[in-house]
């Protein structure tokens, strides 16, 4: 497979997609690491013999790709499957958890790597990382703060969450909302009144400007919605309504940084049953009932152009796959020809124009790789009878 054709306009670049895909092959059960044309369905393995981890992120530039194997090991790789290099090795831990961040230039990574230490009476610990992937400074250990065990160890109180721009870092320390550079300096105190931000499995979340962090403060589940600028300045309480209850915790910033979608629960609904998806006007400050149907959503998913949702609907293994525009007005179900089914892992190509995902075929029980266009044309199939199971789609940078 060739993923770069010289001399074709940039328009119609084949657009490529990274993904893993459990196969067997011989005694052995792998997830190995793919590259696949998301036209043609023809694919390049990145990484042979290493076994990958959930987390993929392409540099800005698309010519690289990070990737955590074992849930021990980063390492990057080439678009064309060259170049493949460990960058960190680190030991097991319990319930290890990576989120990995690039730099603008494409050279340098940021990650956090988190173990579990809140179900064990041994600590846990958040560990914060900066590696130059040019090979020439290696990388660096930046903070490793314990949390959890017996005694309680409360250094840190949540995990780091990293800036899309990877140059600062936000956590939940003594009930607090601090933020720090990359580097470990300037470690200031965000908030001003300590209490539960991350309860429930909140999380504190980034605008993609980096310039906000949203949260939701209270505890679970009636909590309200806020953001804070970057510098601790405009707190603000989004949807200020004492009766709000939240289940599903997840927050969506749109990628212009100025809407956030969200799960909105009617109250006493702890099945999800009676939702809609509800989107705040970060300027105006106002909120908005985008479905209108109560029911069960999931895998929401932002078009890059800040344009369009993509979500499903459905209770597991019923569930189908819509699209709706941000004013709510044009709702769309996509591949109705699909029974409905487990449908997860939604992503959008940079370009706005195509949506990949998960999609569990119930005979067989195997998970497939499906793209379609948004109009819901050209619905393909991607993987084939070799992979048991495909996951972590994510689309090469354009």
Not at 124 to 134: P, V
Request: proline fraction near 5%; aromatic fraction near 10%.
């Amino acid at each position: 497979m060739s993923l770069h054709s010289p001399g074709t306009p940039a328009a119609q670049k084949p657009r490529i997609l990274a993904f893993t895909a459990l196969q067997r092959r011989g005694c052995e059960v792998r997830n190995n690491l793919f590259a696949i044309n998301a036209s043609s369905s023809s694919r390049r393995e990145l990484a042979p013999n290493i076994d990958v981890s959930p987390t993929l992120v392409w540099s800005p530039n698309g010519q690289r790709l990070a990737f955590v194997s074992g849930d021990t090991d980063i390492y990057t790789v080439n678009a064309d499957g060259s170049r493949l290099t460990k960058q960190f090795a680190g030991d097991a831990c319990k319930a290890a958890n990576f989120e990995i961040v690039w730099f603008s230039n494409s050279q340098k990574l940021v990650f956090a790597r988190s173990c579990d230490g809140f179900t064990s009476d041994t600590p846990g610990s958040q560990s914060l990382y900066t590696s130059d992937t040019s090979g020439i400074l290696g990388t660096k250990l930046v903070r490793n703060w314990e949390l959890g065990g017996a005694p309680l160890k409360t250094e840190i109180s949540s995990q780091f969450y990293l800036s899309p721009d990877a140059h600062q870092v936000a956590f939940v320390k003594d009930k607090y909302i601090y933020k720090m550079n990359a580097d470990g300096s300037e470690v200031t105190k965000l908030t001003k009144s300590s209490g539960e931000y991350v309860s429930g499995g909140s999380q504190l979340v980034w605008s993609p400007n980096s310039k906000k962090i949203a949260f939701l403060f209270g505890a679970y589940p009636k909590q309200q919605i806020y953001t804070i600028n970057a510098d601790g300045t405009h707190l603000k309480n989004l949807t200020n309504n004492p009766q709000n209850e939240v289940y599903n915790v997840k927050l969506f910033w749109s990628p212009d940084s100025s809407r956030i979608a969200y799960y909105y629960n009617k109250a006493g609904d702890s099945s999800g049953e009676q939702q809609d998806i509800y989107l705040l006007d970060i300027n105006r400050g106002t909120a908005k009932n985008l479905t209108q149907k109560p029911r069960n959503y999931d895998a929401l998913s932002w078009s890059p152009d800040s344009k369009f949702i993509a979500f499903v609907a459905g209770e597991f293994n019923n569930q189908k796959l819509y699209t709706i525009n941000a004013d709510g007005n044009q709702l769309n179900q996509l591949a109705p020809r699909l029974k409905p089914s487990g449908i997860s892992e939604l992503a959008w190509s940079t370009d706005s124009q195509q949506i990949t995902f998960i999609f569990n075929e119930i005979q067989g029980d195997k998970s497939n790789l499906y793209v379609i266009n948004r109009d819901g044309s050209a619905l393909t199939k991607l993987t084939n009878d070799k992979d048991l199971n495909a996951s972590n789609p994510v689309w090469q940078p354009q």
